[in-house]
């Protein structure tokens, strides 16, 4: 039982000495945490004392920012007071500067600006009409019109009487027509069409562009003196120029008959001698007929047919030699109706006087003498009776 008892005694002072060990732990906790707590304040004491200026140095700045307030008044109060002369000082002495040395050292420098002109709509007068200036056949087939009517105008282009396009006329009155699209070859015929109110040109420009390039084109002014080429071939083809058929009449007349460029006149002489011209239809074909009286049989003649330009130059030229056969004694010949011909042109060739193209279109059982067709066979009466 005793042994048990003091186990019991031991058990006991075991426990309050583990309380205790708890006991002194917690004080000494405390007792660092007061420590740490007086730490703290006291840095906090002494960040505050190094931070708050003394009272000695709050009382110089106050005095100094006083003195700096009354200066700036005493400064701003003069300034106000002389702005005005001041700047009148500042603004005379950089002139007298820029004059004296600026602007004399410097060159001139004028810069002209022109003054771009309204549009002024004139009033068109009745007596100014278009007229042209040129018209070129460009390498590619296209054309390049110009001419000139009043300024500030519209004018339009009429190729083979349809308006193909409207240019404006500037201050000068000049325009300039060039279309993108080139022209097949073939007759043109131009003119030139004012609007507002209409005004036609009196003038007409023919051109044929030719199959074979601008070379062999022809650009031709048609006015009521008479016709001026504006651009003539530079080259001649075979075929620019032919002789299709000479017929010589008992009547001592010959007619030749061929193909040329639209619009150029060609010329027939026998033996040197001139004996007529005759102008190329805008279908390529010419018709001449002259009085040459009685050919010998058996001799020799040279005839040549010519081709002129605008200025009367020979540019081309056919001649032909033969020898006069003996005449058959037939009183009639026939002809063979090409595109453009009429019983006009035909019976002054032959008959000698247009007026006797009723003879042919009575031989010919023709009703209507203005209707005629291509490749149609004509018996001629070359006595000029019927």
Not at 154 to 169: D, L, M, P
Not at 177 to 186: D, E, H, I, Q, T
């Amino acid at each position: 039982m005793a042994k048990k008892n003091n186990k019991n005694v031991n058990m006991g002072k075991t426990k309050r000495s583990t309380d205790d060990l708890i006991n002194d732990a917690i004080a000494q906790q405390n007792d660092w945490l007061e420590n740490r707590r007086e730490y703290t304040r006291g840095f906090l004491k002494s960040l505050n004392l190094f931070a708050r200026p003394s009272e000695k140095k709050v009382a110089e700045s106050q005095s100094t920012e006083k003195q700096s307030v009354e200066n700036a008044r005493t400064r701003r109060t003069g300034v106000a007071a002389y702005w005005f002369p001041i700047l009148c000082a500042i603004f005379v002495v950089l002139m007298a500067v820029w004059v004296a040395f600026i602007r004399d050292s410097r060159p001139a420098h004028v810069v002209v600006v022109p003054a771009v002109p309204e549009p002024v709509v004139q009033e068109v007068k009745r007596d100014a009409v278009p007229t042209f200036d040129i018209v070129r056949i460009e390498k590619n087939g296209g054309l390049v019109i110009a001419g000139r009517w009043v300024p500030h105008q519209n004018i339009s282009i009429v190729v083979n009487g349809k308006i193909v396009a409207t240019e404006r006329t500037d201050y000068a009155g000049e325009f300039v027509y060039a279309p993108v699209n080139s022209y097949k070859p073939g007759n043109y015929t131009i003119s030139l069409l004012g609007t507002n109110p209409e005004v036609k040109s009196e003038d007409k420009v023919f051109v044929y562009i030719s199959e074979h390039g601008y070379k062999n084109s022809v650009s031709l002014l048609m006015t009521k003196d008479g016709s001026t080429l504006l651009q003539m071939p530079a080259m001649l083809q075979d075929g620019d120029l032919s002789v299709s058929k000479i017929d010589y009449l008992d009547t001592g007349r010959i007619v030749v008959t061929g193909d040329a460029l639209p619009r150029l006149r060609v010329s027939l002489a026998l033996d040197g001698k001139y004996l007529g011209f005759a102008r190329v239809s805008d279908h390529h074909h010419f018709g001449l007929g002259a009085d040459i009286g009685t050919l010998e049989s058996g001799k020799e003649y040279s005839l040549a047919v010519r081709l002129h330009d605008g200025d009367g130059r020979t540019v081309a030229t056919v001649t032909h030699d033969f020898v006069m056969p003996e005449m058959t004694g037939d009183d009639d010949t026939f002809y063979t109706v090409r595109r453009g011909d009429c019983l006009w042109i035909i019976a002054r060739n032959f008959l000698r006087r247009g007026v006797l193209f009723s003879i042919i279109a009575e031989r010919n059982n023709i009703e209507n003498p203005d209707l005629i067709f291509p490749k149609q066979l004509l018996q001629i009466p070359t006595s000029g009776k019927h």
